[in-house]
């Protein structure tokens, strides 16, 4: 059974940065495809970032250049830097693992429990 636990999240002015963190337990952390969703009051959840097993990198289009995704393996931690942050960007954070490459439209098997993340104007 894998867990994921997400930390980080927290209150920040517009133009502010924040780290967030996903430390996973259980499974084989290195094989998995790590991604990060959001989901804001009354809005569906949406894909965020995702990481690859072998590093490689996709990103939605209002986040590429603002966050940036990377992963430990030796600490099976996935962390999501977020410069930038815009009051839109307010929303619950999740961290999610899933097998194989793909990273979007697909189904992630496992989920952490969220980290909220809100961005004052």
């Known amino acids: 059974q894998v867990m994921l636990v997400e930390s980080g999240g927290g209150l920040v002015q517009t133009g502010g940065s924040l780290r967030l963190s996903c430390v996973a337990s259980?499974?084989?952390?290195?094989?998995?495809?790590m991604g990060w969703f959001r989901q804001a009051p009354g809005k569906e959840r949406e894909f965020v970032a995702a990481?690859?097993?072998?590093?490689?990198?996709s990103y939605a289009d209002s986040e590429k250049g603002r966050f940036t995704i990377s992963r430990d393996n030796a600490k099976k931690t996935v962390s999501l830097q977020m410069n930038i942050l815009k009051p839109e960007d307010t929303a619950v954070y999740y961290c999610?693992?899933?097998?194989?490459?793909?990273?979007?439209?697909?189904?992630?098997?496992?989920w952490g429990q969220g980290t909220q993340v809100t961005v004052s104007s």
């Open positions: 259980g499974g084989t952390f290195s094989s998995y495809t």
């Open positions: 990481i690859r097993r072998d590093g490689s990198t």
């Open positions: 999610a693992a899933r097998s194989g490459a793909r990273t979007t439209g697909v189904t992630y098997d496992h």
